[in-house]
């Protein structure tokens, strides 16, 4: 069945560095993969959507890498601040109108001061 | 940006009540509106698709007379609840998109916490 692996592990970074998230994915080819911020006990917020024809896609300190062949996505975020701090959803969908969006469970991202 | 309400943000029942659940798009048109139950620390599970005026689609797995809903207008979705148990108790998540096509922003509510009691 499809399956969505985000880090398991709660991620802690200093302010200002990077830091990078990860999504793998199996039995499954995706036409699009997106990037989602849920902070806690509110709805996620759409952050970025990538193609699969696509390698890279940026948005102000976001970068997103989508590599069908390691069938893995990587979420980058640059200069990090603690109003970063949130959990953070990898989601793919099907080339279909009547596909679902199916999410990962989520990293949870601590940016300390 | 495009804004999605839920109401209430929290409820809590007692075991065997009926709650309704309202999902509005405040500023734009949705065909389509998905609702998502999330439990702790979990990924969002999608329940149900509906399209506006036509009868939801369900998931494997979920309860069509269980959970009741209706997609009337293209800015309102109602997820009820029916004779809710325990193991309902979960946070509720609506999203709404334009046109519910491949690749189409959705835009999530607030989401709503469900206490049964």
């Known amino acids: 069945s499809q399956k969505i692996e985000q880090n398991s592990e709660a991620l802690n970074i200093q302010e200002g560095k990077t830091a990078t998230l990860t999504c793998n994915y199996t039995n499954y080819s995706p036409a699009y993969l997106q990037w989602y911020r849920q902070d806690p006990g509110r709805g996620p917020v759409f952050l970025l959507l990538?193609?699969?024809?696509?390698k890279e896609k940026r948005k102000e300190r976001l970068k997103v890498t989508f590599d069908t062949t390691l069938k893995q996505s990587l979420f980058h975020i640059t200069a990090s601040q603690p109003a970063d701090s949130a959990t953070y959803l990898c989601?793919?969908?099907?080339?279909?109108?009547?596909?679902?969006?199916?999410f990962g469970s989520g990293t949870r991202l601590s940016i300390r001061p | 940006g495009a804004v999605v309400s839920q109401h209430p943000s929290r409820v809590i029942c007692k075991s065997g009540t009926s709650v309704k659940i309202e999902c509005r798009s405040l500023?734009?048109?949705?065909?389509?509106m998905f609702w998502y139950r999330q439990f702790p620390k979990q990924s969002l599970m999608l329940m149900a698709t509906?399209?506006?005026?036509?009868?939801?689609?369900?998931e494997q797995g979920v309860e069509k007379d269980k959970f009741l809903i209706n997609h009337a207008s293209l800015t309102l979705s109602t997820l009820t609840v029916t004779s809710a148990h325990p193991e309902d108790s979960s946070f509720y998540i609506c999203?709404?998109?334009?046109?519910?096509?491949?690749?189409?922003?959705?835009?999530f509510g607030p989401g709503t916490r469900l206490t049964v009691l």
């Open positions: 990538i193609r699969e024809n696509e």
């Open positions: 989601a793919l969908a099907g080339y279909s109108s009547a596909s679902k969006i199916i």
């Open positions: 999203s709404a998109s334009e046109s519910g096509g491949a690749g189409d922003t959705q835009y």
């Open positions: 509906s399209n506006e005026g036509s009868k939801a689609t369900y």
């Open positions: 500023d734009f048109q949705a065909t389509t």
